[in-house]
C-alpha cells in the first residue's frame, strides 16, 4: 500500500503564491505518474496538473485555467512531486489531492480518476480577495 502525504495548503491573498507537496511512501516512486486534483466547495473534484514518469518523458500536463500560473514537478530522490501556484485567484480556492498511477507506460498521459491507483487526504487552499 502506497501513502500519499500532501501539504503546504494553508490562506493567501489573492495573487500570492503556494507550494503544494506530496510525499509517497513507495521505493518506486521514479515508476509513478503523479498529478494534482482539486474539490471546491459544492464542485465535483476536477483535473489540475500531472507529470508523467521518466520513461514516458517526464512531460507535464495542465488544466487551462492554471496554465501559466500553476508548475508541476517532482523530485525523485525526495519521493516528492510539488505544485507551485502562482498568482492565485479566489477561485483556486479548494482542497487540494495528490494522485499516482501505477502504470508503467511509454505512452502515460492524463486520464480520469479512476486511471489513479493511490490518493492522498488532501490539503486546504483558500485565496482571499
Known amino acids: 500500500q502506497v501513502q500519499l502525504v500532501e501539504s503546504g495548503g494553508g490562506l493567501v491573498q489573492a495573487g500570492g503564491s503556494l507550494r503544494l507537496s506530496c510525499v509517497a511512501s513507495?521505493?518506486?516512486?521514479?515508476?509513478?505518474?503523479m498529478a494534482w486534483f482539486r474539490q471546491a466547495p459544492g464542485k465535483e473534484r476536477e483535473f489540475v496538473a500531472a507529470i508523467s514518469w521518466s520513461g514516458a518523458g517526464g512531460n507535464t500536463y495542465y488544466t487551462d485555467s492554471v496554465k501559466g500560473r500553476f508548475t508541476i514537478s517532482r523530485d525523485n530522490a525526495k519521493n516528492t512531486v510539488y505544485l507551485q501556484m502562482n498568482s492565485l485567484k479566489p477561485e483556486d480556492t479548494a482542497v487540494y489531492f495528490c494522485a499516482a498511477d501505477t502504470t508503467v507506460s511509454r505512452t502515460w498521459g492524463p486520464g480520469p480518476e479512476d486511471q489513479y491507483r493511490f490518493w492522498g487526504q488532501g490539503t486546504q487552499v483558500t485565496v482571499s480577495s
Open positions: 513507495a521505493r518506486t516512486f521514479r515508476t509513478f505518474s
